[in-house]
């Protein structure tokens, strides 16, 4: 892209396909008078484009014959280039959020990924779109290849909250009073009696627009540890999840996972027959405690974009 008269303006659409050929390299001739060349950044000088005549509509034009609807666009940062392109898609990979630094007040530049996954130095003197296309998708290929932690910032003695919270991001966190002492400051700790009062304080919550992510667990299908489960409270859960989502904004991420059951306390009621009378504990229990944690770490998860 070039500064013209008018703000930042199109000069060059690189595109390459899975295999890195070449499919599109297209020089642009602006709508508007060019003020700055920005060529160490864009490549592009005034003799580039002296014989130009291409525009951005013929831009446009030449993209929709071989982009369709189904076809996933690679490559970084990728909204400069579509509000530069005019054009929306939805099925995209973006390295920047593949390869995120740990606060989200900036981004790695592809030329700091490029050097350090891939070893491959790009951008020297100027910088050259095919071969930034091709860095973004060997960074993506690479990604694929080792699996969805590579490259992501060490978190790993971090909970949720913590992270959300060094990345200026406000959460609420809804369960029972001896669950919400643990995560101390990083989340708005709401401590609750019973599922009614976490569904009333979800949806209160889910009505601040400042609050960005929260937390709330339902504690009621755990208390009767033996009977079946009742209907009128499965009934009940669904109406309280019912209530959550409608008021949550559009465009938010509802997730309902169940957890760990019942299970967790045959495991727990194992542990201790293990710890009480250790002599009597044979291969056998061994196998039922094995199997019970598997269980245990089974479960359901439904997700919805709102």
Sequence with gaps: MCETSQGMELTRVSIVNQDEEVLYDQFVKPSNPIINYLTRFSGITEDTLADVNHTLKDVQNDLKQFITTNTIIIGHSLENDFIALKMFHDKVVDTSLLYPRETSNSKNSLRFLAAHH??????????????????????????????????MPNTKDENIFSVLRANNKISAYVDIPSFCTKYGGAADLIPVQDDNEACEKIVSQAKRMEVQFILGRFTGLEE??????PINQIQQLDQQIKQIDEALPNNSLFIVFSGHGREKFKVKS????????PSA????????????????????CFCRIK
Excluded: C, F
């Design 118 to 151: 891939l070893n491959l130095t790009i951008q020297q003197e100027e910088h050259d779109s095919v071969q930034d296309a091709i860095a973004a998708l060997r960074l993506t290929k690479l990604k694929l290849e080792r699996g969805p932690t590579y490259g």
């Design 224 to 229: 009767d540890q033996e009977s079946s489960l």
């Design 270 to 277: 194992l542990l201790n027959q293990r710890k009480e009378n």
């Design 281 to 300: 504990w044979s291969e056998q229990m061994s196998t039922i405690l094995t199997d019970t944690v598997i269980l245990a770490r089974e479960g359901l």
